[in-house]
């Protein structure tokens, strides 16, 4: 499931004992150039994440923990390229495919339903990626950028004088 993303690490329910598991995601460079490519940015300078992975319910995980990083990316006024910092917290509960949706959430629109545990395990590197993804700006504007539009002429602003430009000035 996860054969396309630059990234990945599997956990499986199997190996997470009792009183949980701590994870650790710190990708090399070259690993952090694929995931700019993929996610879109000019580069990943930094990215780690610090997972805590423990059994929930009969044959369910949760996953929490905190994901910290800097992306490059170009800004929307400027278009000079600066780096932004990444910070999202991370809470996920896993369930096996296939778990009944409870009765009471079905007609709760705020209910999130539970993310899947695919074959016995979870992808925790598929997982802070999302993350990531979702903590990129992606309407990234540098510190102390300002859009200022261009100074216009009230007068040129006006339809009729767009019609009288392209009427000439014939009448004179």
Do not use: W
């Amino acid at each position: 499931m996860t054969d396309h993303l630059p990234f990945s690490q599997s956990v499986s329910l199997a190996e997470v004992p009792p009183h949980g598991l701590d994870v650790r995601i710190a990708p090399a460079e070259a690993v952090r150039e694929s995931l700019a490519k993929h996610l879109g940015v000019l580069a990943v300078p930094s990215f780690a994440a610090r997972l805590h992975v423990a059994p929930e319910g009969r044959d369910g995980l949760r996953v929490t923990g905190t994901l910290e990083a800097s992306v490059v990316q170009v800004c929307g006024v400027t278009l000079e390229p600066f780096e932004a910092p990444v910070k999202e917290v991370v809470d996920v509960h896993f369930v096996p495919a296939g778990t009944p949706v409870p009765p009471e959430a079905e007609d709760d629109e705020t209910y999130e339903p539970p993310d899947e545990i695919d074959n016995g395990s979870i992808d925790v590197g598929a997982l802070a990626m999302e993350f990531l993804a979702l903590g990129i700006d992606p309407y990234p504007r540098k510190p102390g950028a300002v859009f200022e539009p261009p100074a216009e002429d009230p007068a040129a602003a006006s339809p009729f004088s767009a019609l009288a430009r392209l009427k000439g000035d014939d009448d004179a």
